[in-house]
């Protein structure tokens, strides 16, 4: 994410938190506020922690910015409050990752979903990614089986308490990069380290 895509990129955050809270729009100007101080905090992190996003472009016009994913590649770039069950911190985790609402159902969010993966393959050694999917997402979720994602562990019916939904902590296994010159850890990790 560049500089020029900083505000439309903090937008669609707001404006997808407040649509999957049910809140109202005057929220997601809220929302914005305390979104624009976690994305500068997040783009401190490169190499660590990365935000993408995609633009969608029909026709000879100029595009606009469809969406947006958050991914980190280790401890450095792991959040500091993770969403439970927690993902092992030294593995790469996609997070934050939302279609702007007009543009969905055209395959975008599956596109960035392998966009990410390219990106940890290339970065990482690791060959574990994580994300969360709350359960009544139904169609990220299903999009995330369809890419080979399984259910690692999901929230106990106590996190309804704390008035977060329900969550599942889901994994895929990358297949291994020929060429893998962009690892971003800063030492070698034991090969038992690299099977978590």
């Not at 900083?6 to 929220?27: D, K, N, Q, V």
């Not at 000879?60 to 947006?68: K, N, P, S």
Request: neutral net charge; contains cysteine.
């Amino acid at each position: 994410m560049g500089p020029q895509e900083l505000g439309p990129t903090i937008t669609l955050l707001a404006e997808s938190f407040a649509e999957s809270s049910w809140m109202s729009s005057g929220y997601a100007k809220l929302l914005e506020f305390l979104i624009k101080q976690y994305v500068v905090e997040r783009r401190s992190l490169v190499p660590h922690a990365v935000m993408l996003v995609g633009v969608y472009k029909e026709g000879e016009g100029e595009g606009e910015l469809a969406c947006t994913a958050e991914v980190s590649f280790d401890a450095r770039g792991a959040n500091k409050d993770p969403p439970t069950p927690a993902a092992p911190r030294n593995c790469p985790y996609v997070c934050n990752m939302t279609v702007k609402k007009k543009l969905r159902r055209k395959g975008i969010g599956r596109q960035l979903l392998r966009a990410c993966e390219e990106l940890i393959s290339q970065m990482k050694t690791i060959r574990k990614v994580y994300l969360h999917c709350r359960l009544i997402d139904t169609g990220p979720f299903e999009m995330y089986t369809k890419a080979g994602y399984s259910i690692v562990q999901t929230d106990s019916m106590l996190i309804l308490l704390s008035f977060q939904r329900r969550k599942h902590l889901m994994c895929k296994e990358l297949p291994p990069l020929v060429d893998s010159q962009f690892d971003t850890s800063d030492d070698e990790a034991a090969p038992s380290d690299r099977d978590q």
